[in-house]
């Protein structure tokens, strides 16, 4: 809407992306948004289907929401990591509300612009690796 | 250890008083037993003391008898034989004859008024001689052998000058011309102590012609004293009225010999024996009582010596024809007696003693055997005192040991039972204060756990608004249509919030919620909407998720549907499938009466939002169709999605 980012300067075109939020609201708005930088997303909202996905969906990267209806993504997150697929975390509790091993870990805290989203994204340094 | 003191001193104090009485039970029995002793041992001595003298006295008596019988039958004899008293050898042989027939007789003699002496006898070694004083007058007295026959043969030996008429016997018995007894004396002779008894004769002047004598040397007499067994120590004893010892019993000699080598005739009081001595001396100190004896017959006497201790006696005076007045003296020391009396006071005080030791030993032991239990019981209270629960032993007795052991066993339950109730108060009360400061921390984690769970569903909230914003803008062709979408959305999303909040982010039931929406489109008739179904309870998310579902459906129907038109009609339906393969809610909406539709040129965000968020949200399968008589959505979905989250 009034952040139009410019496709090709997010340099995000053709990232597979995987997202993992609850709330159907920010989810359908995130993937509106990541699509319209030339994403592809793929939507998990809650643990026990975005598992299944961490695991196996080609995926580039990801983002997730870490608390997913009471669960915490932390399973998840342990996948990725055995796969080295980087990652963000979107929280309203900020860095406070991540377990300790996971601190210093990329965060995006609730709410967000849709460009504190694309820097994480970019600062992960993330390359299509279909390519 | 009091404990220990406390068991032997309940002992002592069992077994002492016993013990005591035993002692004073035996000292008296003792003490009476001694005293029964010298009681009968004073009167047995009496007894026997009168019993000896008696028998010495009537034995004396016939010894005594003989003498004068002979001494008669001699005087009778020489009168019927009308024997010459003037010629000394027929005399002589005359009485030779007759000391032949008179074996008792040592010595036969005539002493005529002149004072002269013709004699016959024998000598201790049975040899016969003759004695004659020179012209049958006072002279030398001369022993001669004599035959067989009595004629005198060879002069022996010459004696001293001889005067009867000196002599005692001669005067007494021409005094009393009676059969007189001399003092006992010693032989002229031999030195044996003997007496004489001598009578007048009678011959041609009718009234005195001379003595008659024999002499006796108390042999017979001396045999019976010496065979007199007076108890194991105590002696009888005959004395003269000057108190010479005639003859005594336990071999006591009454003569002694003296310094020159001469036989002395003794003096009781000077005998050897203690006995004979301390007797005579005792009655030399009490004349009196021999004084008594010799009115009033037998006398006991008594009296104490250092050596002998208590000695009985008995005196009897003991008179015989013939002017014999002696005494017969008897005496016997206790100890004879109390000897054996005393050994048995030693023994049953031996035995006494025993006893005491062995009531000592069986009380102590009887009692320590009874007390033994007291003294477990002492240690199960110590345990217990201790805080140890020893089990208290001697329950199953029925004596008061019995008892007490139960009063203690019982004693130490409520104990126990008390320590057990403390310790669980103080227990429970620890763990309440425990809990309390669990609560307490709980209480504070909870409330953190609820500023945190505020905060993120605040920044999630907003996050939604937000992404609501970006999604109706995309959509929203000017700005009051933008902010009439947005409004009405948040407006949604703020209800369905309100419902939860009523049942504390429970859930809601599906009715409510559907009535919820569709009721800011109602007309008032009532007839608007249908709404069929059970009554299904919703999950919070799916209450979130479904109510917006619901209201974009239900504005899309307002702007161009069914309710934009009076007489359009919403009818929503669900039905519960419990089928074997997995439970499903099936939600229909379904749009009649209202203007034609037209497909749409573009999807909006109500939409993307039914048809991708639902079926991705709640993994169900959704179908929105646009058909010209009514738009048409059909939800299935996993009631486990539904009911879940």
Known sequence: ?????????????????????????????????????????????????????????????????????GEEVYPVVDILAARSIPFVFVTGYG????????????????????????????????????? | MARTRGASSLRSSLVAPIAAITLLLSLGLTGIGYWTGNAIVHVMSDRMMEQIAESIRVHVGQMMDAPSRTLRRVVNTLARHGTSLDDPHPLAKELYAMLDD????????????????????????????????DDFRPGVLREYDASSDGERKELRKSGNYFDARQKSWYKLAKETREPTWTEPYIGSVEPILGIS???????????????IGIDLILKEMSDYMRGLRVGNTGRAFLIDASGQLIASSGGVMPTTVDAHGQEQHLHARDAGDWVVRTS????????????????????????????????????????????????IVSALPASDFLGPGRNATYLSLAVAALVIVASLAVGFWAVGRALRPMQALIKAAHAIGGGQWLEVPETNRRDEIGALARTLSDTS??????????????????????LDLIE????????????????HRVKNTLAIVRAIATQTYGTAETPEAFLDSFEARLLALSQAHD???????????????????????????????????????????????????????????????????????????????????????????????????????RRGFGSRLIERGLARDLSGEVRLDFPPEGVRCVMDLPLEEVFGR
């Open chain 1, 1 to 69: 809407m009034m952040e139009r980012l410019d496709q090709d300067a997010c340099g995000l075109k053709g990232v597979r992306l995987l997202v993992v939020e609850d709330e159907i609201l920010l989810a359908l708005a995130l993937e509106d948004d990541l699509v319209g930088l030339g994403c592809d997303v793929i939507v998990a909202s809650s643990l026990r289907k975005a598992m299944p996905l961490a695991r196996e969906a080609p995926i580039d990267g990801a983002i997730l929401d870490v608390n997913l209806a």
């Open chain 1, 95 to 131: 860095a406070a509300g991540l377990r300790a091993c996971d601190a210093g870990r990329l965060i995006v805290k609730k709410p967000y612009r849709l460009k504190h989203v694309v820097e994480a994204l970019r600062s992960l340094k993330l390359m299509n690796r279909a390519e």
């Open chain 2, 102 to 133: 008179e074996p008792n007789i040592d010595w036969l003699y005539f002493s005529n008024e002149a004072g002269g002496i013709v004699s016959t006898g024998r000598l201790g070694n049975g040899t016969r001689v003759i004695l004659l004083s």
């Open chain 2, 197 to 211: 008894l001598a009578a007048p004769a009678r011959g041609k002047t009718p009234d005195f012609a001379g003595v």
């Open chain 2, 280 to 327: 005579a001396l005792h009655l030399d100190r009490h004349p009196e009582t021999v004084e008594r004896s010799r009115t009033s017959g037998m006398q006991f006497f008594s009296y104490d010596d250092a050596g002998l201790g208590r000695v009985f006696g008995a005196i009897i005076p003991f008179q015989a024809s013939g002017g014999i007045s002696w005494l």
């Open chain 2, 413 to 434: 339950r409520s104990i126990q039972e008390l320590l057990r109730r403390v310790r669980d108060d103080a227990a429970a009360r620890e763990q309440a204060l425990v």
């Open chain 2, 440 to 455: 307490r921390k709980e209480a504070e984690k909870r409330q953190q756990r609820l500023l945190n769970e505020l905060n």
């Open chain 2, 499 to 601: 419902l939860l909040t009523q049942s504390a982010w429970q859930g809601a039931s599906l009715r409510d919620m559907v009535s919820q929406e569709l009721a800011p489109h109602a007309d008032g008739t009532g007839s608007r909407f249908v709404l069929n179904g059970s009554d299904v309870h919703l999950g919070p998310h799916a209450v979130v998720t479904l109510g917006m579902v619901f209201h974009e459906l239900a504005t899309n129907a307002a702007k161009y549907g069914a309710l934009s038109v009076p007489g359009g009609h919403v009818e929503v339906a669900w039905t519960l499938d419990t089928a074997a393969a997995g439970r499903r809610l099936r939600v229909e909406w379904w749009e009649t009466g209202g203007p034609p539709v037209t497909p749409r040129r």
